[in-house]
């Protein structure tokens, strides 16, 4: 059963047009992340929330913005993608502080024309 | 800063051999650690991890070494399997962060 959800699975956007990336989960856990990845490189860290608590990373570009409307959602926005977007996104829920297993969903690969 | 590298980028290994996928970390604060294995079009898939109080801890052929004289972090697979070939990722921890290395990608010859 799918724990860490993602839709769409690949989303296709023009350059310069907003697109939304959806991830749901099914798991209860406070903590969210949003991660990029592109070709042949690690996972790179967007943002997380821990709740409702928004924590970006310094170098996290002004485009991408995110938003937690309850536990169980959490949206990666991109306002206006420039080709360099073109990735697969990762999110990854973890249960809280205490633990440390984080659960990853299939990604979202993003193609920006 | 924290960072966490790995010293091959690919790594090809005889069917039924033993792989090792070595690891460098730089922050000798971090406490916990983790191996992930991705597939091609997949999330990554978590594997063992160990903390900072071990050396050693073993999974269902794996095993993960810990030595934190020198920082260094290895995956070890016993009797590879052309399942097991994927990029493998090491991370750490750092209060809410998972940071990751580089990868490497582990190609099993027939």
């Known amino acids: 059963d799918a724990m860490v959800i993602q839709n769409p699975r690949y989303q296709v956007t023009q350059f310069g047009k907003p697109v939304t990336l959806s991830c749901s989960q099914t798991l209860n856990h406070n903590v969210m992340y949003w991660y990029q990845q592109k070709s042949s490189q690690a996972p790179k860290l967007l943002f997380h929330y821990y709740d409702k608590d928004f924590n970006n990373e310094a170098d996290t570009p002004d485009n991408f913005q995110s938003r937690r409307p309850n536990t169980s959602f959490c949206f990666l926005d991109i306002r206006s993608p420039g080709l360099g977007d073109a990735a697969m996104y990762l999110c990854?829920?973890?249960?809280?502080?205490?633990?440390?297993?984080?659960?990853f969903g299939p990604g979202t690969r993003l193609t920006v024309l | 800063g924290e960072s966490v590298g790995l010293h091959l980028p690919t790594l090809s290994v005889q069917e039924g051999d033993n792989s090792i996928i070595n690891c460098a970390y730089s922050n000798s604060a971090s406490d916990y650690f983790i191996w992930y294995k991705q597939e091609s079009g997949k999330g990554p898939q978590f594997i063992i991890d160990?903390?900072?109080?071990?050396d050693k801890r073993q999974g269902q052929r794996v095993t993960v070494l810990l030595n934190k004289t020198v920082k260094h972090l290895s995956l070890q697979i016993a009797a590879t399997q052309p399942g097991d070939s994927a990029v493998y990722f090491c991370?750490?921890?750092?209060?809410?962060?998972?940071?990751f290395g580089k990868g490497t990608r582990l190609h099993i010859l027939p």
């Open positions: 991370a750490e921890k750092g209060d809410d962060k998972i940071i």
């Open positions: 990854a829920t973890r249960k809280d502080r205490a633990t440390d297993t984080q659960y």
């Open positions: 160990i903390r900072s109080n071990m």
